[in-house]
């Protein structure tokens, strides 16, 4: 069925909504006619054999690497919940959105980002975050990052460099002390983590989970920068 034969039918739906006195509002047929759009430009076969334009774009984009890390945190979270639930979380958000229903903290993503948006993110999307979600604890040994401290380049003169050290101490810096994401404009609570490397120097590593993740891992990966 081509994308035309399938806006046809779509309207058609519409129409026989409306004479049964169960009309969709125009937010909600924009949001079927996107969605149909979006699978059409999807799943069009490539030209001389190549990856689609979109498919190239998932593999070297994220979506969430557009989200605050609080917004990040609360997609997580309610992905989450609904995976617990057994529900697909992409079908109870376009289920709040049909229904003009409040998806609570992730309201923002019906009003900042839409359905394109929505539609692209993968499970290996989400897994990309999962797989940061680790909590640092006192005693925990990790590698952190010379780009930290310097400005470092993955190829080039100044390469990054990984550095043994341990966790000393982690502390909860509240919204209200200023600390906050550089690329949030609000402040936002944040996590400081204190270590010690092995010659005693001791660094503080502000936004450990928030903006500087990607600065450190856990002894022994390899395969995070």
Not at 26 to 50: M, T
Not at 58 to 73: A, C, K, S, V, Y
Not at 172 to 179: C, L, R
Request: charged share 25%; proline share 4%; aromatic share 8%.
């Amino acid at each position: 069925m081509t994308y035309a034969e399938l806006e046809a039918a779509l309207k058609s739906a519409f129409e026989l909504c409306a004479t049964t006195g169960s009309a969709l509002t125009v937010e909600q047929k924009q949001i079927l006619l996107q969605s149909i759009s979006h699978l059409a430009e999807r799943f069009a076969e490539p030209p001389n054999g190549n990856s689609p334009p979109s498919q190239l774009h998932t593999e070297l984009h994220n979506p969430l690497d557009e989200l605050t890390p609080i917004q990040r945190q609360a997609l997580l979270e309610f992905v989450q919940e609904q995976d617990e639930q057994g529900r697909a979380w992409k079908a109870q958000l376009l289920n709040d959105w049909l229904a003009g229903t409040d998806s609570g903290s992730v309201q923002f993503l019906r009003e900042s980002y839409g359905l394109k948006w929505l539609d692209q993110i993968e499970t290996s999307h989400l897994a990309q975050y999962r797989e940061t979600a680790v909590r640092l604890k006192v005693g925990d040994r990790i590698e952190v990052s010379n780009g930290l401290w310097e400005w470092v380049q993955d190829t080039g003169p100044c390469s990054r460099e990984w550095f043994i050290c341990m966790v000393i101490g982690v502390t909860q810096v509240d919204a209200s002390e200023g600390i906050s994401d550089p690329a949030c404009s609000e402040p936002s609570a944040s996590t400081t983590c204190a270590v010690r490397f092995e010659n005693g120097m001791e660094y503080d590593i502000q936004g450990a989970y928030e903006w500087n993740r990607h600065s450190w891992r856990e002894v022994g990966r390899k395969d995070e920068g």
